[in-house]
């Protein structure tokens, strides 16, 4: 372990000082790295941005997105922030983890560059930098079309998140299909979609509507990217998080609908 501000203390204290100025640098360099929780010195030029922006995490950064969206659409509408709401109770987000979340969603509305943020995020959690993207493609197809300025921020936030044009196209026709309106299907395949949904939530098509919201609960916490790495699941694992997520509300969706409860 090198503590990156505790040589570069030591190093100024020295070149001022002789020995005890660097003892002293070496001191106060620690106090920071232990303050600032600096192991690396990858995570300097993270914490030196996180000064300038504020704090990186998912949380505060996807709402902070997700508000520059919704207002870049041309109208905040209802439909806007019930998709915020969705995503918070996706994340099971507390009381207070929520109202942070909602002043972070109204902050970003008027946020002017927020690509020093999700480059930061992807330095700090690289994981989680497609779920990011993933989540705003969702926010983004909400009005139906895209508007240049849409266009632009997903573009720049993909760059910094290191995503390639073919992902990124995938996400919004994966999106798009979502939020397309439903077609006349026949009744044969509708069941078999049922019953995948059902399948990917573990419960029967004759399960009550409580057990139903239960497994939904359930398997939204198996898969939160917090919890797959606190069980150790793999980078891979972590990565695609966001897709089962996704899978996961929509077969809910779909059963919600079926049985029709709230």
């Known amino acids: 372990m090198l503590w990156p ?9 020295g070149l001022g000082g002789a020995l005890p100025g660097a003892l002293l640098g070496a001191v106060v360099g620690h106090a920071l790295d232990r303050h600032w929780q600096l192991r690396r010195w990858r995570d300097l030029p993270i914490r030196l941005a996180e000064l300038r922006t504020g704090p990186t995490d998912f949380e ?37 983890a929520r109202l942070r979340a909602m ?34 493609w969702r926010m983004a197809v909400v009005p139906g079309q ?9 573009a720049d936030w993909a760059a910094e998140a290191g995503l390639a044009q073919a992902e990124q196209q995938r996400m919004h026709q994966r999106h798009q299909r979502t939020q397309a309106p439903p077609r006349s299907r026949s009744a044969v395949p509708r069941q078999d979609a049922l019953r995948r949904a059902a399948s990917l939530l573990k419960v029967d098509l004759d399960d009550s509507p409580e057990v139903i919201k239960r497994a939904y609960r359930r398997q939204l ?15 891979v694992e972590q990565g695609n998080a966001g897709e089962r997520i996704r899978q996961i509300q929509e077969a809910f969706e779909l059963l919600r609908r079926h049985k029709g409860f709230r």
Not at 5 to 13: D, K, Q
Not at 226 to 233: C, M, P
């Open 60 to 96: 505060r950064v996807l709402f902070l997105c997700l508000g520059r969206l919704a207002k870049a659409s041309g109208r905040v509408s209802q439909v806007h922030l019930q998709l915020a709401r969705d995503l918070m109770q996706q994340y099971r987000l507390d009381e207070a």
């Open 103 to 136: 002043h972070d969603f109204n902050q970003g509305k008027t946020a002017a560059d927020l690509r020093p943020l999700v480059r930061a995020l992807r330095k700090r959690e690289p994981a989680r930098a497609a779920e990011l993207l993933d989540s705003c």
């Open 221 to 235: 916490s198996l898969h939160h990217p917090d919890k797959l790495a606190a069980r150790g699941a793999g980078s």
């Open 146 to 154: 895209l508007s240049d300025e849409v266009r632009t921020l997903l």
């Open 5 to 13: 501000v505790t040589v570069m203390g030591a190093l100024v204290g």
